[in-house]
């Protein structure tokens, strides 16, 4: 089974990066997040792999922790 | 209502109030399609029972619209899907609109060779009516309108009902209680039980309507139509030139002031187009759960659907997966009462229709997150699928504005005897134990569907010459008979030949000369072999009774 491979494979990082924001040019930012979205699912169903999905979704959480509930502050 | 006019069932002074005692075998507690149908099931296999009902009619608005085809093959079982079928609007074709767009069109039932469809549409009253009719056949199915039950007492041995009527109140005894009682179930809540899950906020408004139409007989959903915008839509059609609209309102809109005709028509003239002709029938405006009890057996009282457990209403999976618990259970019941199966065979009512209930939830539960997002980021990714769907076929297995009820597969039923033979598994995943069996067109001495050989008790179904004359009598003559059906091979007198005239039995059943599927009284796969085995098949009725 194939793992999510986090090692450099993308040709050309800066050209990529490039159209990425570029393809949001123009947007607003309810635009954008749509355009994202449809990206993830575009890219998640050429992937296919859910072993592969999951690892990325975890990948993708890691170290971003929603707030802290405002009932457990006044505790 | 312009279409119909609830009949009136009478009442009757209960024997009970005038000195006489009564056990019954089996007590139903609400006259609901789920109940009905129970009844008529346990009167079928000439089980005394007596349903208990609080009002005198049918259901009152159309309330549960969509019968899926595993109910109407279970209708059929019970002598009451033709009627059920006539009376409704037969569907299998889906459309999905996003705006004013065509996102797409699904087909529930792409292929031939079924007796049934997909689904039929019917108003709940006319479909209990077709129900309470067929229960009425039955001299030992006693249907008690306006008979209330206040209080229960279940004990080791029986169950005692306290019943309330008009003339008075009087005692019930009974060795088994199935509450089908709705989702607000009086008798859970006598015996103090309570349902564990989700509710949702969005209210919808239900509108009927009648109207003479050319629109075809499909399911339409709109997301974020131009008649509704930022909210959801949905038109059936059902019997009697009736419409069902659903209409999503959010969270914030008041039930009362929604109710009134005032605020329904302009809805409706701005969907249906300022000349259309239509009168409201009935309308109504809910919430709904997701969410069940822990357990659906409870000593000799036996819960079963919205009693037991509740869905929201996208993917039909109310009344549906209802009908399918007392399919389940009431094969079960009939063994314990004739003292052929012990009393913990009813331990796998629960173990399987729990399962179910939850494959139920988290389908209705998925299509409600879908349809009603709950966060920002929530609807983004539904309004990215919606928009996708329309070029990209992957995105349209992603929209869901409701999965529509199919029957549990019960996997993992303690009452399955798992494959042996490992081309099996691989070969064929479609009919395997737990399976509910595959309908196919047959030509034989009983009828042209295969379902039709496939009841009422145990089913030996071979193809080809597998089964010796002297070991398919034996199966028949046994504690828990269990009759043969022979696809195809020679003529014979001890078991019914059936002819697969069209090849679809073999190639929905996997089937080789020598496959045999042993099926339960509910139609549902326990085993299966591909050589005949006397042996086998005895240790596997053991296992499917809970003998062994």
Redesign the interface.
């Known amino acids: 089974m194939q793992a999510l491979n986090t090692e450099p494979n993308l040709p050309a990082p800066d050209d990529f990066y490039e159209e990425l924001i570029g393809m949001h040019r123009g947007l607003t930012d309810?635009q954008s997040?749509?355009v994202n979205?449809?990206l993830?699912?575009?890219l998640a169903?050429h992937i296919g792999d859910p072993a592969i999905l999951r690892a990325a979704l975890d990948a993708a959480r890691d170290g971003v922790a929603p707030p802290v509930d405002t009932i457990q502050q006044t505790e | 209502m312009r279409t119909y006019t609830n009949p009136i069932f009478e009442y009757r002074r209960p024997p009970e109030l005038d000195g006489r005692t009564r056990h019954c075998p089996v007590v139903v507690v609400g006259a609901g399609p789920v109940g009905l149908v129970a009844a008529i099931d346990l009167a079928q296999r000439d089980i005394p029972v007596v349903v208990l009902d609080e009002d005198n009619t049918v259901s009152v608005g159309s309330r549960a619209i969509c019968y899926a085809k595993r109910t109407l093959e279970i209708l059929d079982r019970l002598g009451c899907g033709e009627a059920v079928v006539n009376k409704g609007v037969r569907w299998n074709v889906g459309r999905v609109f996003h705006g004013a767009e065509l996102a797409y069109r699904f087909d529930l039932l792409p292929e031939a060779g079924h007796r049934r469809p997909a689904f039929v549409n019917l108003q709940q009253y006319h479909f209990e009516e077709c129900l309470v009719r067929r229960a009425e056949s039955f001299a030992q199915a006693e249907l008690r309108w306006q008979h209330q039950v206040i209080g229960v007492a279940p004990g080791k041995d029986t169950v005692s009902l306290r019943v309330a009527t008009q003339d008075g109140e009087y005692m019930l005894t009974c060795d088994w209680l199935i509450v089908a009682d709705g989702a607000r179930s009086p008798v859970r809540h006598m015996l103090g039980l309570d349902t564990e899950g989700q509710v949702f906020r969005d209210r919808f408004l239900i509108a009927d309507i009648h109207m003479t139409s050319d629109f075809p007989a499909e399911r339409w959903f709109w997301f974020d139509p131009p008649f509704h915008p930022n909210q959801s839509a949905l038109l059936h059609r059902q019997a009697d030139d009736v419409w069902r609209i659903d209409f999503q309102l959010g969270v914030d809109a008041d039930p009362e002031e929604e109710r009134k005709p005032e605020r329904i028509l302009p809805r409706l003239r701005a969907m249906l187009g300022a000349e259309a002709k239509f009168e409201i029938e009935w309308a109504s405006v809910y919430t709904f759960a997701c969410r069940r009890m822990r357990n659906f057996r409870h000593g000799r009282v036996l819960f079963a659907g919205d009693a037991a457990h509740l869905v929201s209403p996208f993917g039909a999976r109310g009344a549906n997966s209802g009908v399918q618990d007392v399919d389940n259970l009431v094969w079960k019941l009939d063994l314990v009462l004739r003292g052929l199966a012990p009393e913990r065979l009813l331990d796998s009512y629960d173990s399987e229709r729990v399962p179910a209930a939850d494959e139920n939830i988290k389908n209705s539960t998925r299509s409600t997150d879908f349809i009603t997002p709950k966060s920002a980021v929530s609807r983004t990714f539904r309004d990215a699928v919606l928009s996708l769907a329309k070029k990209h076929g992957f995105a349209r297995r992603l929209v869901n504005s409701g999965r529509l009820s199919v029957p549990t597969v019960l996997r993992d039923s303690p009452l399955n005897t798992p494959d042996r033979d490992p081309n099996f598994a691989a070969a064929n995943g479609a009919m395997t134990p737990g399976a509910p069996a595959a309908d196919a067109p047959v030509s034989g001495p009983r009828g042209d569907w295969l379902l039709d050989y496939l009841a009422p008790g145990f089913t030996l179904l071979t193809f080809g010459d597998a089964v010796p004359a002297a070991q398919s009598v034996s199966f028949t003559g046994g504690a828990v008979s269990c009759r043969t059906v022979q696809v195809g091979g020679g003529a014979r007198t001890d078991c019914a030949v059936i002819l697969d005239k069209t090849g679809l039995v073999a190639q929905r059943y996997d089937a080789q000369p020598g496959t045999s599927y042993l099926l339960r009284p509910d139609q549902h796969v326990c085993a299966r072999w591909r050589t005949f085995g006397a042996n086998a098949v005895r240790d596997a009725i053991a296992r499917a009774t809970g003998t062994m």
Do not use: R, T, V, W
Request: glycine residues 0%; positive net charge; charged residues 10%.
């Open positions: 309810a997040a749509l979205a449809k993830i699912l575009l169903n």
